[in-house]
């Protein structure tokens, strides 16, 4: 029988996509198709993972694509992360990504799959020879919003390999369900900024992030107030806020850095 299905549509390769109504009706079509579409088989297990991930074909009468799906039931026991929590980190770190209108992390919704409640997350076509270690000059306005979107988030995680180019020319970051914790936990690769002033127009993004989590009915409030706990979303107010208020890249912490192993 012969697949009738268009293959999704690619997201322009730009350090600030394109905010058209054209562009938003893409990626809230890709949302949609991510929420409802019919999660049609499994692909394969990503099997170099700490917790349970594969690979699954997405499906509606339109569009089809690949996801990563991710789910509650197959995360590993964390000492210093409520258990089950993960999958509601990897759709907060996207929520703060659009947030942004920086767009780091691919379309992430929670759902119910094959093996119950989980994250899905747009699956991106990429070089696996490819990471933050073979990068060059032309990526330093999108590693800058990396490193200001990883501090943000608190991301505990930030390996090399969790940087994916695109055939476009786009990085997307990937694995976020190390984040957020109330306590300082940076782990990450990007530290080539520390300490340098942001430049205005990121700082704008990030003041635009406050005015949202500051909104306690804003659509960004809303979702998220159902993720994380009330201790975790008031830290990453105050992250937001410090940041604004000291206008550099952050530094290195005491305790470690960088994660392990680097990629």
Same mark, same amino acid.
């Given at each position: 029988?012969t697949?009738?299905?268009?293959?999704?549509? +690619?997201?322009?390769?730009?350090?600030?996509?394109?905010?058209?109504n054209?562009? @938003?009706? +893409?990626?809230?079509?890709i949302?949609?198709?991510l929420?409802?579409?019919?999660?049609?088989?499994?692909?394969?297990t990503m099997? =170099?993972?700490?917790?349970?991930?594969?690979?699954?074909?997405?499906?509606?009468t339109?569009?089809?694509?690949?996801?990563?799906?991710k !789910?509650q039931?197959g995360?590993?026991? $964390? =000492?210093d992360?409520?258990?089950g929590t993960l &999958?509601?980190r990897?759709?907060?770190a996207?929520?703060?990504s +659009? @947030?942004l209108?920086w767009? $780091?992390v691919? !379309?992430?919704?929670l759902?119910?799959?094959p093996?119950?409640?989980g994250?899905?997350q747009?699956?991106?076509?990429?070089? !696996?020879?490819?990471?933050?270690?073979?990068l060059?000059?032309r990526?330093?306005?999108?590693?800058?919003?990396?490193?200001?979107f990883?501090y943000l988030?608190?991301?505990t995680?930030? /390996?090399?390999?969790?940087?994916?180019?695109? *055939?476009q020319?786009k990085? =997307?970051g990937?694995?976020?369900?190390?984040?957020?914790?109330?306590?300082? /936990?940076?782990r990450?690769?990007?530290?080539?900024?520390?300490?340098?002033?942001i430049d205005g /127009? $990121?700082?704008?993004?990030?003041? &635009?992030?406050?005015?949202?989590l500051e909104? *306690?009915? @804003?659509?960004l409030? &809303? /979702?998220?107030?159902?993720?994380?706990?009330?201790?975790?979303?008031?830290a990453?107010?105050?992250r937001?806020k410090r940041?604004?208020?000291?206008?550099h890249?952050?530094n290195?912490?005491p305790?470690?850095?960088?994660p =392990?192993?680097?990629?």
């Open positions: 029988m697949d009738n299905t268009e293959q999704l549509p +690619k997201i322009p390769p730009t350090d600030r996509p394109d905010t058209s054209a562009q @938003s009706v +893409k990626l809230d079509r949302e949609t198709l929420t409802q579409g019919e999660i049609a088989r499994v692909r394969g099997l =170099w993972g700490s917790n349970y991930a594969t690979v699954v074909m997405v499906r509606d339109d569009l089809q694509t690949m996801a990563v799906y !789910p039931r995360e590993r026991p $964390l =000492w992360f409520p258990d &999958c509601y990897e759709v907060v996207y929520l703060v +659009k @947030s209108n767009y $780091l691919p !379309p992430t919704v759902r119910s799959g093996n119950g409640l994250s899905l747009l699956f991106i076509e990429h070089d !696996p020879e490819i990471n933050y270690f073979t060059n000059d990526y330093v306005r999108q590693l800058q919003q990396f490193a200001i990883d988030v608190n991301n995680d930030r /390996k090399g390999g969790h940087l994916l180019l695109d *055939a020319g990085l =997307w990937i694995d976020h369900g190390l984040t957020f914790h109330t306590i300082p /936990k940076l990450t690769v990007i530290w080539e900024f520390a300490g340098q002033p /127009k $990121l700082l704008r993004a990030v003041q &635009c992030l406050w005015e949202q909104t *306690a009915d @804003s659509d409030r &809303c /979702k998220i107030d159902t993720l994380l706990s009330s201790s975790e979303v008031n990453l107010r105050r937001v940041l604004m208020e000291g206008r890249f952050p290195p912490g305790g470690p850095n960088h =392990w192993p680097p990629i």
